[in-house]
């Protein structure tokens, strides 16, 4: 079976099909989705900004990461799963939508990213408290996620004003 006959597979399952007919449901989780990426996003933004040494000098690293950690994770989770929920619902047409599909790689690259940056930068935030210069792994490391995610934003953006070719 194709990715595409997947999606067209998924999208006709009952509770997708609910999800995509439903004048509440949908927009509800679009809602979700927007105020878990709110939440995270702002963290994040907070986190990265620390990191690349433009905000919250005055507090340690493993302070101002730290501390939101538990929060940018649980912001992401929710994001992500609502997300997944609103995919599945038109999972054929977010397929064959490039703005979504490049959504997805750098959705994948922030893992990339995460896994590359973990030992050096993310798991050591109480290392970097004692620095008086932030390494340079630590700025590229906040440069590139804020890079990423605002690339997320906008592609998520941008899906929405996708016509397909050939569409009504």
């Not at 995509?20 to 989705?33: C, M």
């Not at 992500?80 to 619902?89: N, P, Q, T, Y």
């Not at 700025?139 to 929405?160: E, H, N, P, Q």
Request: net charge positive; charged share 15%.
């Amino acid at each position: 079976m194709s990715i595409q006959g997947l999606c067209q597979w998924l999208e006709q399952t009952a509770l997708c099909t609910a999800l995509r007919e439903s004048n509440d449901v949908y927009p509800i989780l679009l809602t979700g989705h927007l105020a878990a990426l709110a939440v995270f996003g702002g963290l994040l933004l907070v986190s990265d900004l620390r990191l690349i040494g433009f905000a919250l000098k005055d507090f340690p690293m493993s302070q101002t990461v730290g501390r939101m950690r538990t929060w940018k994770r649980v912001g992401l989770v929710v994001m992500l799963s609502i997300g997944f929920l609103l995919f599945s619902a038109k999972a054929a047409e977010y397929y064959a939508n490039p703005w979504f599909r490049v959504k997805m790689i750098l959705l994948a690259c922030t893992g990339v990213h995460a896994f590359f940056f973990r030992d050096t930068v993310y798991s050591r935030t109480a290392e970097l408290d004692g620095l008086k210069e932030l390494p340079g792994s630590a700025k590229i490391a906040g440069w590139v996620s804020l890079a990423l995610w605002t690339g997320i934003v906008i592609m998520g953006r941008a899906i929405g004003y996708y016509d397909a070719p050939g569409a009504p």
